[in-house]
């Protein structure tokens, strides 16, 4: 059985037995045969203690350019941001860099900002020869980051679609790596 105790649940974890296999909470103690602890989600320590995160936990951004809202000058990526509906992921951060970079170059050269395009991309492998995948585009809204268009693989793609989908994946896998890598 699979079972979720988020921290408003519970008071929060308090302490962890590994030897006993428990979680003590503010309220209760837990024992599992497998525990798995997420800790709070939110924006880095240095984020945190430069004043870059609100009370959210978050650092709020300019969604055209990546910069702070709460410190001019300093722009932020990534897993950091408080991106609206952008997921955070490695293909996403990417996205959001370019957009910042340009933004960046455009702002030092005096010249117009180009609309930015932001992107995530996501596969999943269900065997060798067998993947899934989604593609979602983003676009700036007031203050934040919305969906624009999405695509999903269906249910009962063919054969063919999913091992199609596979050579999809590692040629984006390759030319992500080769992207951020060299």
């Not at 974890?13 to 503010?26: H, M, N, P």
């Not at 269900?126 to 693989?153: C, E, H, M, Q």
Request: hydrophobic share 40%; glycine share 10%.
């Amino acid at each position: 059985m699979i079972e979720w105790l988020p921290g408003e649940f519970t008071g929060g974890i308090k302490a962890v037995d590994l030897g006993g296999r428990s979680v003590k909470t503010e309220g209760d103690t837990y024992r599992a045969d497998v525990v798995n602890v997420i800790p709070p989600q939110m924006a880095g320590q240095l984020a945190q203690q430069t004043g870059l995160a609100d009370r959210s936990g978050w650092c709020p951004v300019d969604p055209t350019t990546f910069e702070s809202t709460l410190v001019p000058g300093i722009y932020v990526v990534g897993d950091a941001t408080s991106s609206g509906q952008m997921a955070k992921s490695a293909f996403g951060s990417n996205s959001q860099a370019k957009v910042c970079a340009f933004a960046i170059v455009a702002a030092l050269a005096g010249s117009e900002r180009a609309p930015p395009h932001l992107f995530n991309s996501c596969f999943t492998y269900l065997a060798p020869d067998d993947g899934i995948t989604s593609a979602i585009s983003y676009k700036a809204a007031t203050g934040t980051i919305k969906v624009d268009d999405l695509f999903l693989s269906a249910v009962g793609e063919s054969a063919e679609r999913r091992r199609q989908i596979v050579q999809q994946a590692d040629g984006w896998y390759a030319a992500f790596t080769h992207d951020v890598f060299g």
